[in-house]
């Protein structure tokens, strides 16, 4: 079955908030980014930093799944990368958590000094 563009955003957005509440880091993910549909079946997926696609990953075959029967299409595949040296946006929406992530990724001695003095990020 063919696959429109805007159904593949409006499924993708109804996926999102249906686990806003139970996992908003993923939430912020998958609306910050948009699927870029190729060839019918391949569903491209860039993200700004490592650690949004590892969180991605990691819900990847729930989403596919959910995908797979709101498309009507069991052939679809969903690839991800990570945008290489890019600035992140002011416009664009990234928790503080997920910037806490990106930051302990290039200086692991931060995670220490939040264990340290008990600090945790909402």
């Not at 939430?27 to 699927?35: A, E, G, H, M, T």
């Not at 340290?116 to 909402?122: D, G, H, P, Q, R």
């Amino acid at each position: 079955m063919s696959i429109s563009e805007n159904d593949l955003k409006k499924f993708w957005n109804e996926y999102a908030y249906s686990v806003q509440n139970e996992s908003p880091n993923l939430f912020s993910i998958l609306v910050s980014r948009s699927p870029v549909l190729k060839n019918n079946t391949e569903i491209n997926v860039e993200f700004v930093a490592t650690q949004q696609e590892l969180d991605f990953l990691k819900e990847k075959e729930k989403i596919l799944n959910f995908l797979k029967i709101k498309l009507q299409n069991n052939k679809i595949t969903i690839k991800t990368s990570v945008l290489a040296n890019i600035e992140i946006q002011h416009n664009e929406s990234v928790a503080p958590s997920e910037r806490l992530r990106a930051m302990t990724i290039k200086n692991p001695a931060l995670e220490k000094l939040c264990t340290a003095f008990n600090l945790v990020v909402e």
